[in-house]
């Protein structure tokens, strides 16, 4: 095939894609963002709620992990039982004999027409004797004993809110894990933009007066969960939301069972219909998820017809481009999984990112089928 104008157009065409549609990628977009924890301002003593139902194992792993944190200016941690079955009650009785810092209440089971998990984080939220609060759940513990220090350097006059990075432990899947930090960074680069549109941890901390103030959950109370989601989306404020990444601030998860892993999904594909911000958000997520199909196809295209055709130098040039591509943006994706301490196998890092879309489809596809009281306390 001789080397006229069309085709060095289409090999330009080809290498433009494998250099640029990498960029469009949220890791790269996040690569200048810095942690800016204040520790020289008087850190203030903190209040960590979380709300429990039948989380007798959960707690009994992961609350002495909370209860011993070393934190100079004094914390408390209040427990809320949902009216739990299991040995909920005796466990939390066992710690409190250890943690005079616990504190533990409950709401009664005849509580109906509105989120229980919602209502017992209230709850914990009016029992709070501390200005900050800081709410996560039984299945979740600090990546260290410096967590509360952590996460109080941002809890400083000129913050409101603060995210911190929750994944889940290393022995996960590597796509929940993956996923999981992807999402994490649209949350920062949203943040960074001024319009924070969700929030997909276990880990945030918000002032007490201002939750009470704007009624707490009072706009979404009737939906069964989406709490995380709903704070960070309804009381973040330009400028005054932080985001902790350093590795003391960050929680560890217990691994999800597949149940839980798709309604926490399809729970968040109803809950996203409610949050504000949401078209810009969305654009930059199809966008990027668009451009990445678009390069791949292109180049697996360019390689079928180059060897039917049997044009070795086009498919040279289409097998170079496809690896230039895998190439910058595993580099890209790695430098984000290093940078929050995430170890995942460098050549599944290309197929971890294909398969969210169409995870997602799969989930949009099961919302759709799904019945919308499900997700509305009756």
């Known amino acids: 095939m001789p080397i006229d104008a069309n085709t060095i157009i289409l090999y330009g065409a080809l290498a433009l894609l494998a250099l640029v549609t990498p960029l469009f990628n949220v890791f790269f977009r996040i690569r200048k963002f810095k942690a800016n924890g204040i520790v020289e301002q008087k850190p203030p003593a903190l209040s960590v709620i979380m709300a429990v139902h039948d989380n007798a194992n959960e707690l009994e792993r992961n609350l002495p992990m909370i209860l011993a944190q070393k934190y100079e200016p004094g914390f408390e941690v209040i427990v809320v039982d949902e009216s739990s079955t299991d040995d909920t009650e005796d466990v939390l009785k066992r710690l409190k004999k250890d943690f005079p810092c616990l504190y533990t209440t409950f709401i009664p089971s005849s509580s109906h027409y509105l989120s229980r998990h919602k209502l017992a984080l209230t709850i914990g939220m009016k029992a709070a004797h501390n200005e900050w609060v800081i709410i996560t759940d039984a299945d979740c513990k600090p990546n260290g004993s410096n967590w509360l220090t952590t996460m109080a350097s941002y809890c400083n006059d000129s913050h409101d809110i603060v995210l911190g990075y929750t994944n889940y432990e290393p022995s996960s899947k590597q796509f929940q894990r993956f996923e999981r930090l992807q999402a994490f960074c649209y949350i920062i680069h949203s943040t960074m933009r001024k ?184």
């Open 195 to 378: 319009s924070t549109f969700r929030y997909n941890g276990n880990n945030i901390a918000l002032r007490k007066s201002e939750f009470m103030a704007h009624n707490g959950f009072l706009a979404n109370l009737k939906f069964l969960r989406g709490e995380y989601d709903f704070i960070a989306n309804e009381y973040s404020v330009s400028g005054r939301t932080a985001i902790a990444i350093e590795a003391d601030a960050h929680i560890i998860q217990d691994s999800p069972s597949k149940k839980k892993w798709d309604n926490e999904h399809i729970v968040y594909m109803e809950t996203r219909h409610r949050l504000k911000h949401g078209t810009t958000y969305r654009l930059l997520y199809n966008t990027d998820t668009f451009l990445l199909h678009f390069n791949y196809l292109a180049q697996l295209a360019a390689i079928i017809y180059a060897s039917i055709t049997q044009n070795l130098l086009f498919l040279g040039c289409a097998i170079i481009c496809l690896a230039l591509t895998i190439l910058i943006r595993t580099h890209v994706a790695n430098k984000a999984l290093e940078r929050f301490g995430e170890h995942i196998t460098v050549g599944a890092i290309p197929f971890l990112e294909v398969r969210i879309m169409w995870q997602n489809i799969i989930f949009m596809l099961r919302h759709l089928m799904a019945n919308k009281n499900d997700f509305i306390r009756k």
